[in-house]
T-cell receptor
Framework: AQSVTQLGSHVSVSEGALVLLRCNYS??????LFWYVQYPNQGLQLLLK??????LVKGINGFEAEFKKSETSFHLTKPSAHMSDAAEYFC????????????FGGGTRVLVKP | SAVISQKPSRDICQRGTSLTIQCQVD?????MFWYRQQPGQSLTLIAT?????????ESGFVIDKFPISRPNLTFSTLTVSNMSPEDSSIYLC???????????FGPGTRLTVL
């Protein structure tokens, strides 16, 4: 069975500093990988996705993620944090053969300090 | 991306009652998904709703507790039956933009059971 692990349930960064959110997956076959963001009292918004094309994926709001098969990782980064990046971030995997249903990691809450 | 709406956006219910949540997609989709997000937790898939057939439930979720309807290709309902305070969660529906592998989410229904 596949699983998704996000290292660190809470991350605190200073405004302007690098944001790094870690995601590792466990699967016997390469999955599709996603990062979603959830702002307070809102639904989930897609940040970016990897679906077997380029391993470095650029998303919205200046975020990007790199798929590393050898490390089974899909870490999310942003060079310079903005106050508006304060939110909860979820890594998720899916498999086309399983109908594309999503399995989520535990989530990482990002706090941005001025 | 698919535009997905949910009703109600929030509700406060008494123990033992039932609540039906509606999910509307702006385009026809084959599959719709229902997720639960318990307070401070990540998302867990409840079931997959296919038009014209019974929903497929994940381990730990049963039809008697979470009956689902899927009368057409743009609409689904999830009922939370015989509620208890443990059912207090955000319930989200999702659907892929047809022809893609990406799930888009509704804004969620925040349920509080007293």
């Amino acid at each position: 069975a596949q699983s998704v692990t996000q290292l660190g349930s809470h991350v605190s960064v200073s405004e302007g500093a690098l944001v790094l959110l870690r995601c590792n997956y466990s699967s016997s076959v390469p999955p599709y990988l996603f990062w979603y963001v959830q702002y307070p009292n809102q639904g989930l918004q897609l940040l970016l996705k990897y679906t077997s094309a380029a391993t470095l994926v650029k998303g919205i709001n200046g975020f990007e993620a790199e798929f590393k098969k050898s490390e089974t990782s899909f870490h999310l980064t942003k060079p310079s944090a903005h106050m508006s990046d304060a939110a909860e971030y979820f890594c998720a995997v899916s498999f086309p053969a399983a109908g594309n249903k999503l399995t989520f990691g535990g989530g990482t809450r990002v706090l941005v300090k001025p | 991306s698919a535009v997905i709406s949910q009703k109600p956006s929030r509700d406060i219910c008494q123990r033992g009652t039932s609540l039906t949540i509606q999910c509307q997609v702006d385009s026809q989709v084959t599959m719709m998904f229902w997720y639960r997000q318990q307070p401070g937790q990540s998302l867990t898939l409840i079931a997959t709703a296919n038009q014209g057939s019974e929903a497929t439930y994940e381990s730990g979720f049963v039809i008697d507790k979470f009956p689902i309807s899927r009368p057409n290709l743009t609409f689904s309902t999830l009922t939370v039956s015989n509620m208890s305070p443990e059912d207090s969660s955000i319930y989200l529906c999702s659907a892929p933009h047809e022809g893609t592998d990406t799930q888009y989410f509704g804004p969620g229904t925040r349920l509080t059971v007293l």
